[in-house]
């Protein structure tokens, strides 16, 4: 019998509420550079800040040969190399508002035959919005929009450009995302 090749991550948005959760399906050899886009596309993120994985005291991201960050590059590891260090990883997204995600293993599973990965297989909660400041900022932007009187309500409206629901997980958009990643690197 052969040992599983996929494996299903449970990814946590930390220090948010309501809670924003993915269930992902991604091969145990996929590259951190990759898991990355994987992640960014299940969330509904734009991947436009750097980012970085964490395993025990080891870090891996983009490396800058002009920073000095003691970070691993990303495109030269794989998952089942972080896992190696640690079953619980941490992934921070713009190391500016520090979106700070806890990633664990729900099970290993076999390739289901005919399936291109990643998968997304659940979704809760709705993505922040991008440069909103981190979580801090996420809190004050939902006080702000959900209440008409607040100081900083039409503010925060006119530069959201729109209604959001913290709630409201647009899960075929998120499903169609994470596909156009499978079927780019299937191909």
């Known amino acids: 019998m052969n040992s599983p090749t996929v494996v299903r991550l449970k990814i946590v948005l930390e220090e948010v509420q309501p809670t924003v959760l993915r269930r992902i399906e991604v091969p145990l050899s996929i ?13 509904g993120w734009t991947n436009s800040h750097l980012y970085e994985f964490k395993a ?4 891996w991201g983009f490396v800058d040969p002009e920073d000095y960050a003691s970070r691993l590059d990303a495109t030269q590891a794989q998952l089942d190399e ?3 260090y640690s079953p619980k990883l941490t992934y921070l997204y713009d190391l500016g508002d520090g979106w700070e995600h806890t990633i664990t293993i729900d099970a290993l599973v076999d390739e289901a035959a005919g399936c291109s990965y990643p998968l ?19 809190a004050q932007f939902l006080k702000a929009i959900g209440n008409p009187s607040h100081r900083s309500h039409v503010q925060y409206r006119k530069w959201f450009r729109g209604d959001f629901d ?17 079927n780019r690197w299937s191909r």
């Open 166 to 182: 913290p709630n409201a997980v647009d899960f075929s958009a998120l499903v169609r995302d994470v596909e156009g990643l499978a």
């Open 120 to 138: 997304l297989i659940e979704a809760e909660g709705r993505c922040p919005p991008e440069d909103v400041g981190g979580p801090w900022g996420y």
């Open 31 to 43: 590259r951190l550079d990759r898991l990355h886009l994987a992640i960014q596309a299940a969330m």
């Open 56 to 59: 025990g005291n080891l870090e």
């Open 82 to 84: 972080l896992l190696s």
